[in-house]
């Protein structure tokens, strides 16, 4: 059985740093492309970065030279370093395996909350 | 970018009922088009892909159609289980996108 479990989420200040972990069993990571997929509230879901089997990695033009994503194969891990937070980054944030753009296995999620 | 239009935003239905939601794309996406279902507080479900294809598990009363840019979802007899927001997605191309869902209600 497929499980990913997103950890790492919280309240930052805006321009602050987090780093998202999403720890897989069922799968491995680095054999699926794998992707973090947000909702803010009220919200539709949003795509914001994939990392492909072969370790290529794509961004939303919202997140791109702010956020980097990344995998451990050691640990079955995917992370998402998040930096210069900003309001609008606000959201629930869930991993997602993610084969030819198709979200068929996804976490629980970790809610990510920017304020002062 | 690909944007999804999806329609009507908001639909109230009987039990029983037969309910469709359709989805456009602008620009031909092929058969790249998935389906999900999203309850309070949970992840986002895959229910369709490819267009047509049934998730395993996912009941039968649940349908898609379509293809290039023009996509249908279908629940032949809504069940009450079924109150959900729905959502299209296209990964023709990438940044993958999502409509703007349809949020579903039990008259």
């Not at chain 1, 980097?68 to 079955?76: E, F, G, L, Y």
């Not at chain 1, 629930?92 to 753009?101: E, F, M, N, V």
């Not at chain 2, 898609?64 to 249908?72: A, N, R």
């Not at chain 2, 279908?74 to 191309?93: F, K, N, P, R, V």
Request: proline residues 4%.
């Amino acid at each position: 059985e497929v499980q990913l479990v997103e950890s790492g989420g919280g309240l930052m200040q805006p321009g602050g740093s987090l780093r998202l972990s999403c720890m897989a069993s069922g799968l491995t990571v680095t054999n699926n492309h794998m992707s973090w997929v947000r909702q803010a509230p009220g919200k539709g879901p949003e795509w914001v970065s994939v990392i492909h089997s072969d370790g290529i990695t794509h961004y939303a033009d919202s997140v791109k030279g702010r956020f980097t994503i990344s995998r451990d194969n050691s640990k079955n891990t995917l992370y998402l370093q998040m930096r210069t937070l900003r309001a609008e980054d606000t959201a629930i944030y869930y991993c997602a395996r993610s084969p030819r753009g198709i979200f068929d296995f996804w976490g629980q999620g970790t809610r990510v909350t920017v304020s002062s | 970018d690909i944007q999804m239009t999806q329609s009507p935003s908001s639909l109230s239905a009987f039990v029983g009922d037969r309910v469709t939601i359709t989805c456009q794309a602008s620009q031909d996406i092929s058969n790249s088009l998935s389906w999900y279902q999203e309850k309070p507080g949970k992840a986002p479900k895959l229910l369709i892909f490819d267009a047509s294809n049934l998730e395993p598990g996912v009941p039968s009363r649940f349908s898609g159609s379509g293809s290039g840019t023009d996509f249908t979802f279908t629940i032949s007899s809504l069940q009450s289980e079924d109150i959900a927001t729905y959502y299209c997605q296209q990964g023709d191309g990438l940044p993958y996108t999502f409509g703007q869902g349809t949020k579903l209600e039990i008259k």
